[in-house]
């Protein structure tokens, strides 16, 4: 893919100008011995210890470690998905004055007040995963979500032949989310016109509730044929809805992402296929953009006093079905390190 390779290029660019540019003098020392700035980039997320969010700020601490000893990261931000106490978490960093933030927001507008004030305190804040995109955040990394979306109902449609009824769990007021709802609606009405999109339903990102509106959807419509949980966490719950009521065998569930539930659900069968995209390469991605961010150069910036940040970076997505899981997909999304 031509863009990440062009990615790939900048990091490597950004690395080399760091080794040959120097530093200002300060407390920690490269491997040739310079004395560099201690730094602090922290990365803000709604749901501490996800095994997703693990993967991004794995992503995220390794380019930190490339750069050299005196960068240092911290992961920040509520247990369980709350947007109230994310934007809180984001606010108390403001005082704290990092040299740089990337967030990814559990609510779209919830959030915009805290990154503006993060912005106007002079801290570069760059999102990822879950956009915001009316805040003054300086750019994105994350998923192209409407691609995500039709990638899905690619996959809805080779489950069911391409005729069937079709539900959505997502969460509304997420952006991203809403692109990937958008996208599965749009791929069927152009390509897969026997393929109905007859629900759309709020599980507000949580694995009970998810379980309790499926649970209810299929007891009022017993005809649907798939259900597509949009996010990373609800398909557990849908999962086991289609398991009480003894539908496994007549309602395809797909997955978002892919964790050690998904795992367990698509080698039993409950779950019949995920979409995946590439936390660690988003949260590789982000840390370059936010330092890039807190390092003005003479390239051009539309962001000044902050240095140029590309306005958005997208990883690849694909689907994958249960019966084509292997070692090596488990290998790159499974076990993130814990933080």
Sequence with gaps: MKRTSALLLTGLLLLSCLTGCGGAPASSADGGGTVMKDELYSMVVFSKGSEYFNWTYAGFTAAAAAMGS???????????????AESKALEQLVAKKPNGIVVTSADSATLVPSINRAVDAGIPVVGFD???PESRRLGFVGTDNYSFGCVAADIAATLTGGSGQAAILYVPGNVDLEKRLNGFKDTCAEKYPDLKVTAELNHEGEVVKAETVTLSLLQSNPEIDVV????????????????????????KVIASDFNTSTNDLMTSGEVAATIVDDPYFIGWNAFLQVWSAAHPTDRPSDNAPFGYVAGGIYCTVEGILSENLTDSVRDKYLNPPSF
């Design 228 to 251: 597509f949980v949009a996010e990373g966490l609800g398909a557990t719950g849908a999962a086991s809805a289609v398991r009480s009521l003894n539908m496994s065998g007549q309602v």
């Design 70 to 84: 005196h960068i240092k990261t911290e992961l920040v931000g509520p247990a369980e998905v709350d947007a109230a």
């Design 130 to 132: 879950v956009d915001s």
